[in-house]
């Protein structure tokens, strides 16, 4: 866990994050995901293939208001960490929002960070009438889990997808009170000045 002093602060992400995001997913992955995912598809992940995903993202965001969100979170003028976002078009599991993402640089995790920007994305979308938020996570990811389940999260359902090839399970956690989801993140002690 990396030293309380240094300050995170936490900010809409632009265009120009596009690579930081990328390198950041990345690296989440490629120490999260082993024993979860094969090697050989972790190996041979590259930035610029996320790069151009995430720029199509980021370009697309003023046209979506705040339906979809991405924030960064930035320490020292280092791009950390990153979460988004979404309304869902119509509910799913009765949830109307959905968290697309969330990863921190492996240094960083379990510091409050993660809780933080949660809320923060929970808090744009409950801004824009989403009263519930759903997430899904790869069924083997405990860790993940237990950090969902500690801020309130409902397990909903567990489905096989398939990514890029490879058949993966994946269970969804979802809040139906956005109230009761700030709550448990305010109620948590932080390690981090994050602001």
Known sequence: MMSSIKEVSLRRATVADAEAIAAVRVEAWQ??????????YLDQMRVEDSFLHWKQIL??????????????AESEGHIIGFASGMLLPEAKFGMQAELTAIYLRPA??????????????ARTLQAQGAESLLVWVISGNAIARN???????????????????MDLKEVGYGWRDLSVLMASVNAMPTSSSVH
């Open 108 to 121: 960083w995790q379990r510091s409050g960070i993660g809780r933080r920007m949660v809320q923060k994305v």
């Open 147 to 165: 950090f969902y389940e500690e801020l309130g999260g409902v397990l909903l359902h567990e489905q096989a997808f398939s990514w890029d090839g």
């Open 59 to 72: 370009q697309a965001l003023p046209a979506a208001g705040d339906r979809v969100c991405v924030y960064v």
């Open 31 to 40: 120490t999260t995901y082993r024993d979860m995912i094969p090697d050989t």
